[in-house]
């Protein structure tokens, strides 16, 4: 799979600019310092990098680099919009984006965990076609049958195991189930419990961020699990987004327990146990959703466009983190 010229162009402001070594740039990216050392040639060869990275990659490596040392994530990546440019338009770009991100970080053997989203869904659907059979691919949050197959999990599940030549592990059981009781008969299943199982052995995981405010743009809201009546008293609570299916505040702490106990989903000290947990999300709006998700360590790596990385940069300065370097993961 070819590797994208922002990519090559982060290797290149890393190595010629900030000067770390092979070594500390694969440790940032998850790659072999030898994968590094051929990455850094190919950003030559091809021109990305000459005396300085060429524009208009500029911007966009520049607003990683802030996120990178302001919120204290392993990685980003910054798709560079105009203020003028569509909200589809930007969607779909940063989908693209973040199928070449995921595909570049695949390696042999790993277990790759999914959520379910819009966002999540045009990722995979501009995935490439590749022969992986030593990969694992494992549904992360119950599913709904109320949605349509650009948003359902097992249907994003499938999708992805079927680019990457593999069968899926499917969670099979609802996202959201009337009671705690429920959900305990549910987790006690045989097959339910091995899914469990292999959320410890994530190597990578994929999730879309819904916001709650200042608009609504949820998978979760629009999977008809929440009442309205529930959705406006989390609202009230201080929620401001979900992930991995679960409401979050502004610090990135779960809203609502008694709701909490009914969503069948990877664990919050699972997700904290992935070593690439990958939030993906467009539009500017999501900016306090995004940057929650990061506070409560849901999220680790952020794929997003330029618009909605400046206002995360101006949440996170409003809280006092700008320049920090050492955000607290808030326990969920």
């Not at 922002?6 to 900030?18: N, P, Q, R, V």
């Not at 802030?66 to 440019?85: M, Q």
């Amino acid at each position: 799979m070819p590797v994208s010229p922002e990519l090559l162009a982060k290797i290149g402001h890393y190595y010629y600019l900030e000067q770390l070594t092979m070594a500390e740039i694969g440790k940032r990216l998850g790659f072999s310092r030898h994968k590094v050392g051929r990455l850094v040639k190919e950003a030559v060869d091809t021109g990305i990098v000459k005396i300085e990275i060429q524009a208009p990659l500029v911007k966009g490596v520049q607003l990683e680099q802030r996120l990178e040392s302001t919120i204290n994530i392993k990685t980003s990546v910054v798709v560079d919009v105009g203020d003028e440019t569509d909200d589809e338009e930007i969607k779909q770009s940063v989908c693209v984006a973040g199928a070449n991100f995921v595909g570049e970080r695949i390696n042999k053997g790993d277990t790759i965990g999914i959520g379910w989203g819009s966002t999540t869904y045009g990722l995979v659907d501009r995935f490439s076609h590749r022969e992986m059979p030593d990969v694992t691919v494992v549904q992360v949050t119950g599913g709904n049958k109320h949605l349509s197959s650009q948003f359902d999990c097992q249907d994003v599940t499938r999708r992805l195991a079927e680019k990457l030549s593999v069968d899926p592990v499917l969670l099979h059981a609802p996202a959201v189930v009337d009671s705690k009781e429920v959900r305990n008969v549910f987790r006690e299943q045989s097959s339910i419990a091995s899914t469990f199982a292999l959320f410890d052995q994530l190597d990578l995981a994929v999730v879309g961020i819904g916001s709650l405010v200042p608009e609504r743009s949820s998978t979760l809201l629009t999977s008809g699990y929440i009442p309205e009546s529930t959705i406006s008293a989390i609202i009230s609570a201080g929620a401001v987004g979900d992930v991995f299916s679960y409401f979050i505040d502004g610090d990135g702490r779960i809203v609502d327990a008694e709701l909490h106990d009914r969503i069948i989903a990877i664990e919050t000290d699972q997700l904290r146990g992935v070593g690439s947990s990958i939030g993906i999300a467009s539009g500017a709006t999501k900016a306090k959703a995004v940057l929650a998700a990061v506070l409560g360590g849901f999220v680790n790596i952020l794929i997003i466009d330029s618009l909605l990385a400046e206002e995360v940069l101006r949440e996170a300065d409003l809280k006092g983190l700008v320049n920090n370097g050492d955000v607290v993961i808030n326990p969920a």
